[in-house]
């Protein structure tokens, strides 16, 4: 397939790239390369085998240039991260909502029917969790007055009983709790709008704590494995918030990108999610450590501090990727140690 990967020059985009080339697809990146990425003078080029057009995604005439001949759509370009403070949430829907609006007004114009779109695990925000009196329960967003007095878990909605978490599947509804995160439901239901109409494919990877080599360092978006290994590689100690037992699924990149590839291959019709995380949860704190040790760096500083944004515990069940005939290929500690030999 002739392949367009918007985002292509980003973290995840770089792999994907790498992959689709290995499969021997065409290749073409559209990417901005916007300053807050690549900073003031980007000097990203790509290798000889793949088409590169710098553009943005919310211009049409890009869009139009970049689908020409194209049979699939990867859709990565995005504004990334949980959001530092309010004001970001016009650049976030801008850069997310409108320009998956806009990809997908071009997709129609230029009759390209397959989408894949890289979708978050934040869409769940506090996902679900066991109460032991009500059952499934939805944890409703943590008040700040609990979390600055040390009390992280969210409790039970109903009764305030503490409460036990749970894998969650794509079927849960969606909650999100940032500006990233609803622009990240929005981008799906926009693509659900657009196969309605047009008889489009989608598939929506919702992706979990995605960590390896290239990831963004040194911005405010940055996650949280990027900015330990920064810590440490200064030889400073990894500053772990809460109390360090908040949940994530650790994913690597590569093989974020191999199941990207292959929903964008076999995807045919209608739209279809996919969690995309490695199926055993980790604490931060457990990241913070094994990240330390992979460094021989100093031991990690549980701080207490919080961001209000942040969800307490967020693992998804990924179980239905293998559908795909994916499953994870690269372990955490495997991951960790790669990290640690990264300059
Ligand atoms: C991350 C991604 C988000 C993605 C989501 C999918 C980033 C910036 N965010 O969100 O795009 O949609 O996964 O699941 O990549 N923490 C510390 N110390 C720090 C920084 C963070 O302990 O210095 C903690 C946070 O409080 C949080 C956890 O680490 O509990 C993860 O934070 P972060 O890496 O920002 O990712 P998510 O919010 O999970």
Not at 94 to 121: F, I, P, Q, W, Y
Request: net charge negative.
């Amino acid at each position: 397939m002739r392949v367009l990967v918007t985002g292509g020059a980003g973290f995840i985009g770089q792999h994907v790239v790498r992959g689709l080339l290995a499969r021997n697809h065409e290749v073409r990146v559209l990417d901005s390369l916007r300053s807050d990425v690549h900073g003031e003078d980007p000097h990203w080029r790509p290798s000889n085998e793949v088409e590169f057009q710098r553009g943005d995604v919310r211009s049409a005439d890009s869009i139009d240039e970049a689908l020409n001949g194209v049979d699939a759509v990867i859709h990565l370009a995005a504004k990334v991260g949980l959001g530092v403070a309010v004001s970001d949430m016009p650049d976030y829907a801008s850069s997310n909502d409108v320009g998956a609006a806009e990809l997908l007004a071009g997709m129609a114009r230029n009759n390209v029917l397959r989408l894949t779109l890289a979708s978050s695990m934040v869409v769940y925000g506090e996902g679900e969790a066991i109460c032991s009196e009500h059952g499934s329960v939805r944890p409703a967003p943590r008040l700040e007055a609990a979390l600055a007095e040390g009390d992280f878990e969210p409790p039970c909605p109903h009764c305030g009983k503490p409460l036990t978490n749970q894998l969650v599947g794509e079927d849960t509804p969606f909650d999100p709790r940032n500006a990233y995160a609803t622009s990240k439901v929005a981008q799906e239901f926009y693509a659900s709008n657009w196969a309605r109409v047009t008889g489009g494919s989608v598939a929506a990877m919702r992706y979990h704590n995605v960590y390896g080599p290239g990831m963004p360092k040194d911005t405010p978006y940055a996650g949280v494995a990027a900015i330990f290994l920064s810590a440490l590689r200064r030889g400073q100690a990894p500053t772990v918030f809460e109390d360090g037992g908040q949940r994530r699924d650790f994913i690597h990149v590569r093989d974020v990108a191999q199941a990207t590839i292959l929903a964008c291959e076999q995807h045919q019709s209608g739209v279809r999610a996919w969690n995309v995380g490695s199926g055993t949860p980790r604490t931060v704190g457990q990241m913070a450590e094994a990240l330390a040790r992979a460094l021989n760096g100093p031991k990690p500083v549980v701080t207490g501090r919080y961001r209000l944004g942040d969800v307490r515990h967020i693992t998804a069940d990924s179980s239905r990727l293998s559908e795909l005939g994916w499953k994870p290929s690269i372990s955490f500690e495997d991951g960790m140690a790669e990290l640690s030999g990264m300059s």
